[in-house]
Nanobody, 127 residues
């Protein structure tokens, strides 16, 4: 069983920064072998991919809308994945979810195929 818990959301002005964290309550081996992703869902819209990171942390992949502003990273010793969000825009307002790829040691980092999800954390960017 994989449990993911996000934190770090809040209200910030446009141009500001936030750092989201996602802690994984599973065996250390499970987290260390899993690619991880961040997704978001704005009111009235479908959930969309934001960023992903490989199990080693050596490969990352970003949606075009956040490229150059957001940075995904992970600390396998702490079973935690992060999303550093800079230069925030009102259109970044959404509930942000972290997700885990169920396949261990996957070489490619993808925007789909995640099966374990956290409960989400709200990010609101005011103009």
């Amino acid at each position: 069983q994989v449990q993911l818990v996000e934190s770090g959301g809040g209200l910030v002005q446009a141009g500001g920064s936030l750092r989201l964290s996602c802690s994984c309550a599973a065996s250390g081996r499970t987290f260390r072998s899993s690619n991880m992703g961040w997704f978001r869902q704005a009111p009235g819209k479908e959930r969309e991919f934001v960023a992903a990171i490989s199990w080693r942390g050596t490969s990352t992949y970003y949606a075009d809308s956040v490229k150059g502003r957001f940075t995904i990273s992970r600390d396998n010793a702490k079973n935690t994945v992060y999303l550093q969000m800079d230069s925030l825009k009102p259109e970044d307002t959404a509930v942000y979810y972290c997700a885990a790829d169920p396949a261990p040691y996957r070489d490619s980092v993808k925007a789909y195929g995640y099966e374990y999800w956290g409960q989400g954390t709200q990010v609101t960017v005011s103009s």
